[in-house]
Each structure stands twice: as C-alpha cells, then as structure tokens.
C-alpha cells in the first residue's frame, strides 16, 4: 500500500508525519464505511486511489506550466547559472499577481505571486504584496528587470 513507508519513517523519526496524510484518509474512510454493508473495502480503496490519482493529475498541470518559462535552462545548458536568485527569477513565473488576497488564496493557494514564495519560502503570503515590490526594485537595480515584467494569466500559461 502506498504510503506505508512514509509511516516506517515517520515511527523511526526520519520524517515527519505529515507525510502519512495518505494513509490517515484512507483510515478515515475505512472507518466511516464499516458499518456500511452495502458498499465494500475494495470501493473504499479504489476511491482513495481515484481520488489521489484526479489530485495528482491536477496538481502536474497546474504545478509544471508555473515552474518553467521562456528562460529556463536545464542542467548542463551552456547558459546555465548556479546563482539561485538567478535561477528563480529564470525558472518561477507569476500569473495574476493583481488578485486581492482572498481570491489569491481561493484560486491559487496565494502561489500566483510564485517568485516571491520560491525566493522566500517561509513568509506568510499575506505580506507577498508588501515583498513584491522589493523584489521588483532589487531585480530592476541588478538586471533582472524583463523577468519581473514577465506575468501571465493562468490561462496563458497552459497554452
């Protein structure tokens, strides 16, 4: 069963136990359903695998269009650079930064202002908006300028 190895590592401290999530649903279902005779383990399972395997496929077409742009390099590449400012601004691209938080957070989860999360992965997202700025002047003062002009809408990005 997936999952069972992140609960191994979780008991013998090597991860945390968030990363059992998966199977803390599964138990959730399972439990909810054994008083349930009308539908079966095996349902149960095949819902939890449909409903990891529609998020996964959700996640790859949401997440992919968002960490490559027309400036990206792969490993190897002449062109290529180890700065890692460098390689965010080159690899990350933002979509509708304009969003007010609420409709960031509802469409989004707030990762539209993605450079800003990629380049701070720890800040609360309720102050990207006051961050952005000095992002846009550091990377206009350092010759990083065309990236910060580089946003798109969501829509654009899958295309």
Known sequence: VPGINYLVNALKGRTGINHCMPLVQLAILIACNL??????????C??????????????????T???????CWSEGD??????????????????????PLVASLFLYESFNDH??????????????????????????????????KQKYGFLQLLS
């Open 46 to 63: 095949w819902c939890w695998y449909v409903m990891h395997g529609v998020a996964g496929y959700i996640m790859t077409q949401v997440a």
């Open 115 to 148: 450079r800003v999360h990629h380049l701070f992965p720890t800040l609360d997202m309720s102050l990207a908006k006051d961050v952005r700025p000095v992002v846009e002047e550091f990377c206009n003062e350092n010759g990083f300028g065309k990236f910060v």
């Open 65 to 71: 269009p968002v960490h490559r742009s027309d400036y």
């Open 78 to 99: 002449e062109n290529g650079t180890k700065d890692f400012v460098h390689h965010t601004l080159l690899s990350t691209v933002d979509y509708n930064t304009e969003y």
């Open 35 to 44: 008083r349930n005779d009308e539908v079966s383990l095996w349902y149960v």
